[in-house]
Each structure stands twice: as C-alpha cells, then as structure tokens.
C-alpha cells in the first residue's frame, strides 16, 4: 500500500492494515519532519479506503521509537516562540487525525518508546506493551516537555498526578509499571507482542473491546489537580528546588498540565502548545539541547581516537591513595584486571578495603550479585613488588604530584615494563613532556586524569605530550571507553584543560577577596548562578594545600594571564594551617553529622584573617559584578585554549567543564554561554574590567568574532 523511507503501511487481510515504523538505513526509528510528512500521507490513505477496519502500528527495529530527530532541534529552536507553537500545532493537528480516525487501532510497544514514541503510541485506541520494553518523556532532561500531545493523552489515561510526576521526573517506566497505572492495556512476553496486539485489534473490530469510549476519554478534560495534597506538594517542591533553579521545564510543565487538567482536548493541547514555545527559547533548551550534541559528537571523535590495535586487557596502577585504588576500582569493575601496587602494606590494605566497600553498596542497592562482586575484587592484585608489570598492557601512576618524584619512579618502571606497554599518569597539573623526560621510550607515555571520586565522575582527560605516540593515544583512549569514562584527547601544557580553566576562574575569586569581596557572598552569587558550590566552599572540600599547589603550579606556565599573586587568600589559608574539610577548619568550619559527613558551619575567624590581605577594607559587590569578575576569566581562557588547539572543538571544551567540573547545565558550558550572552557583549564586559589585567582581556578571534557576529556553535 506504501513503502516510505520511514513507514510502511502493508495489508493483512480482513480489513486490516499494519502501519510499520521502519526507518531505512538506521538501528532505530525517531520522529523528525519526514517521518512526520510520511505519517500524514499514510493518513490520507487511511481516511480515503473505506475498506480498512482496523489498524495495528508496530516498528521493524529493535525499539519502537526513541523520541525525536534532536539534531533538527538546533534549526527550529531559532525561530520565534510563536513560530515553534504553530509548528507543534501543525503536528498536533495530523495526530488528532489519526487519534480520529473512525476505526480501531492498536500500537505493539516492543521496545523503548520514549517522547515522541510514547505520544504517538498514545494517539491509538489501545497499546500492548513488550514485558521487556520501558516508556517514558524524558523531554525534560533537555528543557522542554513533550510538545506532541504527550502532556494532555496521559494527563487522560493515566491521571493528572500520575502524568505531572512522570513529565517533571522524565525517567522511563518499566512494563509492570505502565499496566498498573493504565498507560498500555496489556503486557505480554516479547515473543508473544505482534500476535497478542492483532488479536487484541480483531476483538476491538468485533466490537468485543470498546475502543471507541477509550478514545472518548482522550477528548474529554480529566481529572482537576488537587495542588493541596501531600503528593501534589512533593511534586511541586521538587519542581521549585535549588537543582531545578534555572531549569524551568519542571515547573512549566506542572502550571500547564494543572492548568489544562479541566479543558477539552484542543484547548488543552493548545496550552500545551503555546508553553513548549516559550520554553524552546529559553537558555536551558538552548544549552540541553547543544549538550547532547555536544554527546554525539564526542562519540564520533572517540570512535576515530579509539582504534582497536592496542586494547587495554591486563593493567597496573602505582599509588594505592584514593585516586590509585579508585582507578583500580573501576579498571576491575569493567573488567580490566589489575595490579595495584604500592610501598605501603597498610596503603594497600586501605586500597582493597574501599573497593570492598563500594562493592558492599553496589550489592546491598541490587546494582551487582555477590558473586560478580566477587569476581571483581578477584581482579585486583594488591602487591607491595612489581611482580607481573611485564605482562601488563598499561601502567596508570598515581603517586605524589611531585615532578622529581615521578620522574625518579618511572624512570626505574621503564625496563621492567615490556616495549609496547603504555604508560600513563594521572597528573592534575605536571606536564607530560617534563615527567617524561628521563623516559628511554617517551612516546608510550600519556596523561589520564582521572577526577575525583573516581568511581563517580565520568570524565578522563587523555593528555597527548610532543612526543606521545598515536597508539598510546588511542590505547589511553580505549581504555577510559572500557572504563565506561568520557575521555577527552587534550594537548600537554599547564594544568591541562579543566584544571587550566578552573585556575583562571578561581583566580577570579581570589583577586575578588583581595579587593575586599565577602568570600561568603561570592559563594552565594555563584552557587545562585548554578555552580554546584562557590569557589571559598569548594577549595575548602580539595583541600587548601592541594589548591594552592596547583594553582601556583598552573600558574607560572601562564605568566602574562596568572601573574603571581602577593595577596593569595588560599597561600593564606594553608599558611595558617586551615586546609578546609580534611582538617576541619578552612573559609569554614566542619564537623561529621551522624553518617559521618562533613557538615560545613560558619568560621568566625576566617574574615578577620582574610582582612590581613585586603589592603583597601571590605567593600560590597553586586551580584552581577562577582559574576562577571568570575566567569569572564574563564570564558577567556577557554577561547584560548580552543585557540592554540588544546582541545579539538568547543564541544569537547564544553563537555570536559561541564562533566569535570560541574559546570551549570542550563548554561551548557563557558563556550555555549558566550555564544548565549552573545561575542558583543563578552568582549563589552572584558573591556570594561581590563584594569584587573590580562586575564579579562578578550582575544583577538573573540574581537573578530564581535565584529562580524561569529559565534562558537553556529546556527543549525
């Protein structure tokens, strides 16, 4: 009957038809504008052949549908809200079309059916639902909500509360889940879905299931909201809280969905439809959207950095510290065996230890069997020798951040490693080329620096040095991918990439407090900016000694930028001992709450000591000053360092600040964020504090880029 690029409409005899979703060329189906413009054609065909009864809507793949096209995201978004109002609305229209249609129809959900593929499942009379298969509308996760009738279909089927919680949550639900809430109307064995359906839409055409009332239901209003109730309020402080501050979606969706709970169909969707457009131009949507973008990139780059020549398969790590045993950790948990190896007995003991007690959690949450937790304890070797290191294919170091030090220990690892085998420091801060310098092979060495916890931050940056071999890369490369870790490829230089930013923002606090800032106000502003903790707070959990070692270190390889400081609020600080959390006291003080976490309290000390560095007294700064006196050194050291090819792309810029340091979601990365403030404005506000120095001095590509309306990320 029709055999597009995206569906098919085949017959099956009787009356039937089967709309299949079959995306050529592609491992799953989504909805963009051709599927959409195929969808429509098919419901011409429908509405025009009388003879059709009954419609059964099934998907070739492996999925149903996975949501839609998010690349034609980036082009859309630009046009007006009013523009992307008509545009859902013009979708609306061909779904209420086929949700129309005079016959029954019944979706098989056989596998992921998330936003898009949910709602369009919705629009049938009846679905069946794989047991194996999950549903949900994550639209959330990137800062709008479902735009395809999604928020008024479930607010009908499911129930108002029930569909607020799943829109503002955005978390897939399983089978066992939707049945019992009424999202599907039945739930059977994979095997047994395609047959079950199509009997369940003969029963319908039979007239033994009454489909027409269960439609009837999508076009009436449901039920109102009792925004008083205990669930209603957990809802909506969950919405309203500090994580979803400058994440608007949440609570949009909830005032909308309340809102349109008591109006007939079209009026619903048209709320619905009106709303979705003026989220689409917020920042959060701007920023979601070009992160996961930003994601599919780097899968690409990483496939091409990869290579598969030098696969990882038995490894070692030197330093049983936290980050040593929490590498090891993670290399045996993804199965990598490994050797950790270190000087210490008791090292050792307190290495395998906290391994034993992140598998202990992942065992009593029912993440991981005790015989697989086991068998990854099994693959760590604790040795105080270097027994085995010659049939390892990669060593990690992670000693002492101490230059002499690392050189003097692999210098002596070298000849016992075999002559392909990697090399691989976790440094924070010393170049690759100077720890390599004594080496006999300096091509088989490169960084990983891992972030701390290991285990939970998923960003490894794989340092390449000048003379850093491409296999090494890509066995470094290959190696954080089996880890289940994000590596980005940076180039070597001071501090790298994240820990060369983040210097420069931290700078920006620390010439603040010398000006007479209030340290606690600027973690006010910048926490109220979405940082997950202000600058004062977050040197206090690294740790004062470590902070200001690495900050003098990064530092000096950038002179003109980060010139030495006289008044430095964190030498201050570890001169004085108060090292922050490891110690107790730091810009604040701490004590252990009852599960043994630091509990962060008021210092009243800390001002009268931080005054001895403020030549002129305190003074007060507005909001917006701490923040552009924050960020703007940080927007200009990531232009720099895309500048002089650190880092490939703004995307992998991006992405590193974002997943290494926790950069604000909705504001995408320091990269997004200017094109988001606009180049005009960045350089504006640079010249407008160029006599704090060279770190607020726009470069001349970002000059360039003012003048001629260049932007980072151009437009789709």
């Not at 962060?600 to 305190?618: C, M, V, W, Y």
């Not at 995307?651 to 997943?659: G, K």
């Amino acid at each position: 009957m029709f055999t597009g690029k995206s569906i098919q409409l085949n017959p099956l005899g009787e009356g039937l038809v089967e709309l299949v979703f079959a995306r050529q060329e592609q491992a799953i189906n989504k909805l963009d504008t051709r599927t959409m413009q195929e969808f429509e054609h098919v419901l011409g065909l429908l509405e025009k052949d009388t003879s059709v009864r009954g419609v059964l809507v099934s998907s070739d793949k492996d999925v149903f549908i996975v949501g839609a096209d998010i690349t034609e995201f980036g082009a859309r978004f630009q046009h007006s809200a009013a523009h992307i109002t008509e545009w859902v609305a013009a979708d609306n229209r061909i779904g209420m079309r086929f949700e129309d249609l005079p016959i029954p129809t019944v979706v098989a959900i056989n596998g992921y059916a998330l936003g898009g593929g949910l709602e369009i499942a919705l629009l049938a009379s009846l679905r069946v639902m794989a047991d194996s298969a999950q549903i949900g509308v994550p639209e959330v996760n990137l800062g709008i909500y479902p735009g395809l009738g999604g928020t008024v279909r479930l607010s009908r089927v499911i129930g108002t509360h029930h569909a607020i919680e799943w829109v503002t949550g955005g978390a897939p639900v399983n089978a066992a889940k939707a049945l019992e809430l009424g999202a599907v109307d039945a739930v059977v064995p994979l095997a047994q879905l395609r047959e079950h359906a199509l009997d369940l839409l003969k029963k319908a055409v039979q007239g033994e299931v009454d489909w027409q009332a269960r439609q009837a239901q999508k076009r009436q209003a449901a039920k109102p909201w009792d925004a008083d109730s205990a669930p209603a309020q957990a809802l909506l402080k969950a919405a309203k809280s500090q994580a979803r501050r400058h994440l608007p979606a949440a609570l949009a969706a909830l005032e909308m969905m309340a809102k349109a709970a008591p109006l007939p169909r079209e009026q619903a969707l048209a709320e619905e439809h009106r709303v979705f457009g003026e989220l689409a131009k917020s920042q959060a949507t701007a920023s979601l959207v070009q992160a996961f973008l930003n994601g599919q990139t780097l899968k690409k780059i990483t496939q091409r950095q990869a290579g598969k020549d030098r696969a990882i398969q038995q490894a070692a790590v030197l330093g049983a510290g936290i980050m040593g045993g929490g590498i090891a950790f993670v290399s045996a948990r993804n199965g990598v065996p490994v050797r950790l190896n270190d000087i210490a007995q008791a090292a050792l003991d307190q290495g395998v230890a906290e391994a034993k007690k992140l598998l202990d959690k992942q065992v009593l949450s029912g993440r991981l069997a005790a015989e697989q937790a086991s068998q990854v304890l099994a693959n760590i070797t604790p040795q105080l020798d270097r027994s085995g290191f010659d049939a390892v294919d990669c060593v990690i170091e992670a000693i002492v951040e101490k230059l002499e030090v690392k050189q003097q220990v692999l210098a002596q690892l070298e000849p016992q490693l075999a002559p392909n085998t990697i090399i691989a420091s976790n440094t924070s801060s010393l170049r690759i080329d100077d720890i390599g310098a004594p080496l006999q092979r300096p091509h088989n060495l490169v960084g990983m620096h891992f972030f701390n916890p290991v285990p939970m931050m998923p960003l490894v940056e794989i340092v390449r040095g000048s003379h850093t071999s491409e296999a090494a890369v890509a066995a470094a490369v290959g190696y954080a991918v089996k880890m289940k870790k994000t590596p980005i490829v940076v180039k070597d230089c001071p501090g790298f990439l994240v820990n060369r930013i983040l210097t420069a923002y931290m700078r920006g606090f620390l010439q603040l407090v010398n000006d007479g800032a209030d340290f606690q106000q600027v973690d006010a502003a910048m926490e109220a900016f979405g940082w997950p903790m202000g600058p004062a707070y977050l040197e206090d959990v690294v740790g004062m000694d470590t902070g200001s070692h690495v900050s003098d270190v990064i530092s000096a390889g950038y002179p003109e930028r980060m010139p030495h400081l006289e008044h430095d609020a964190l030498r201050l600080m570890a001169a004085h001992k108060r090292y922050g959390q490891k110690n107790g006291i730091g810009f604040y003080r701490y004590e252990t709450d009852p599960r043994g976490k630091p509990q962060r309290t008021e210092a009243g000390d800390t001002k009268a000591l931080l005054a001895s560095i403020q030549p002129n007294g305190q003074r007060d700064f507005t909001q917006q000053e701490i923040v552009e006196r924050m960020m703007l050194p940080m927007l200009v050291e990531s232009a720099h360092a895309l500048e002089e090819g650190i880092v490939g792309t703004a995307a992998e810029l991006d992405t590193a600040l974002r997943l290494g340091l926790g950069f604000p979601a909705y504001a995408g990365g320091p990269l997004q964020y200017a094109d988001w403030l606009g180049l005009a404005q960045v350089v504006e506000r640079c010249a407008h504090y160029a006599h704090l120095g060279a770190a607020y001095q726009a470069t001349e590509a970002m000059r360039n880029m003012a003048n001629n309306g260049g932007r980072y990320y151009p437009f789709a």
